[in-house]
């Protein structure tokens, strides 16, 4: 969405624009996070977006003279990526935070372990 976004506007879309738009679409996939994960994974693309926007701005003054291209999906996943709220150790077990939504969707008991 962010990169289909730059390449009609040209324009820079910003993490808060990117959750007001995710959420008022209702996507299904952002249902089924932990809330605190969904921000920081929207956090962690604004960040590649900076970088390419710096790595731009370098390229056009000339102190860069690499390829550089628009930051891409990965077709696997490399890591994970949890808030600290995300995840409870209890019992020599680690505990992965999910979305009511998703307990609701897979009939899962809405408590915390």
Not at 1 to 29: A, G, W
Not at 31 to 55: C, P, W, Y
Request: aromatic share 14%; with cysteine.
């Amino acid at each position: 969405m962010v990169q289909q976004y730059y390449r009609n506007t040209n324009k820079y879309l910003h993490p808060f624009d990117v959750e007001k738009i995710i959420s008022k679409n209702k996507n299904e996939n952002l249902k089924m996070i932990h809330g605190n994960s969904a921000t920081r994974i929207i956090q962690e693309v604004d960040q590649n977006i900076k970088s390419f926007f710096a790595l731009l701005k370098r390229k056009q003054k000339g102190t860069y003279n690499q390829k550089i291209s628009f930051p891409h999906y990965c077709t696997k996943p490399r890591h994970l990526i949890f808030d600290r709220d995300g995840f409870v150790q209890k019992e020599g077990f680690i505990y992965f935070g999910v979305s009511h939504h998703f307990r609701w969707k897979h009939n899962l008991p809405i408590t915390r372990p």
